[in-house]
């Protein structure tokens, strides 16, 4: 990656917070969702439960990404960014591109 493409922490803290401001829109799309079966029809509340389970998937997992771009963000804050957690070795550009909010280099997460 050549010098100029590289993107300073501003431009990766503006990408983390889009992206938080989109999580947390779209749990709360998934706790309505979730919140609004009540069907009386037995089949069709089953059908609900089973899409209610590929709903709740997807929030933890939203939950998770969301806690992971919050210690992000905080490490920028504290100057911390782009360092690895682990062996304090530079995180490479790629590597961020890919996951902004990972703690780890490629070695130490691996």
Not at 21 to 46: F, T, V
Request: glycine letters at 6%.
């Amino acid at each position: 990656m050549m010098k100029s493409d590289r993107k300073s922490v501003s431009d990766r803290r503006k990408v983390l917070e889009a992206r938080l401001l989109d999580l947390r829109s779209r749990l709360r799309s998934i706790e309505a969702e979730l919140d609004s079966h009540q069907n009386p029809d037995w089949e069709e509340l089953a059908v609900e439960r089973e899409g209610d389970e590929v709903l709740e998937a997807t929030g933890l997992s939203g939950q998770t990404e969301i806690r992971r771009i919050e210690v992000a963000l905080a490490r920028i804050e504290s100057g911390d960014y782009g360092i690895c957690v682990k062996c304090g070795a530079e995180i490479s550009e790629d590597r961020l591109d890919v996951l902004p909010y990972t703690p780890f280099c490629r070695t130490c997460a691996t």
